[in-house]
């Protein structure tokens, strides 16, 4: 993988959660292609799984850039994957219903950019990286198999379900084991 991925951090801090989707990120397309932009803490931290910068993507001058919106009028194809030089994905907890943050907050500031989804489903952060990954090894989003929802049992009483579009891996929706097991110490997102 040759393009750069860019993680525009729109959360207030990294939270628990962050580090390990992003540590999931690094591991799936490398440290070298992985930036993480609008970051405020833990940039040590953050700068041994990619590279670091305080300014927003909003405010650096990145060209062939192609921002991932879930709400953008196109949808990603393998073929126009080569066009871009930089993909930028906002690191978001996404509400649900989502509310529209990654167009409120980066594509309308970014009009020189060109916009497209990964369908209009919502993603965790790793994951819409993943999909996108696949798509520019030349899988199109129509050959991906995908859940939506998962729930993740704490105990016999008490589980929490996630919103989101999980892409299917060895038969099972694609999630760290680590987010696992911090989703059920916190009982919480």
């Not at 993507?57 to 073929?79: E, F, G, H, W, Y």
């Not at 219903?97 to 990654?102: A, G, L, M, S, Y």
């Not at 049992?153 to 694609?174: A, F, H, Q, T």
Request: aromatic share 10%.
């Amino acid at each position: 993988m040759k393009q750069i991925i860019i993680i525009e951090h729109l959360e207030p801090k990294v939270w628990p959660w962050c580090k390990i989707e992003y540590r999931s990120i690094s591991k799936l397309i490398s440290k070298n292609n992985l930036w993480f932009t609008n970051v405020h803490d833990e940039k040590e931290y953050l700068g041994k799984i990619g590279r670091v910068f305080d300014k927003s993507v909003k405010d650096m001058q990145v060209p062939n850039v192609c921002i991932l919106d879930p709400n953008a009028d196109r949808r990603l194809t393998s073929a126009e994957t080569k066009k871009f030089d930089f993909f930028v994905i906002g690191g978001i907890l996404g509400d649900y219903p989502p509310k529209k943050r990654t167009k409120e907050e980066l594509t309308k500031f970014m009009p020189n950019a060109k916009s497209r989804n990964l369908g209009k489903k919502q993603f965790s952060t790793d994951n819409a990286v993943y999909v996108l990954k696949k798509i520019i090894q030349g899988i199109d989003l129509e050959k991906i198999k995908f859940q939506n929802k998962i729930t993740i049992k704490i105990n016999k009483i008490e589980s929490i379900e996630l919103p989101y579009y999980y892409p299917i891996l060895d038969g099972k929706p694609r999630i760290i084991k680590e987010l696992v097991e911090y989703l059920k110490r916190k009982r919480t997102f």
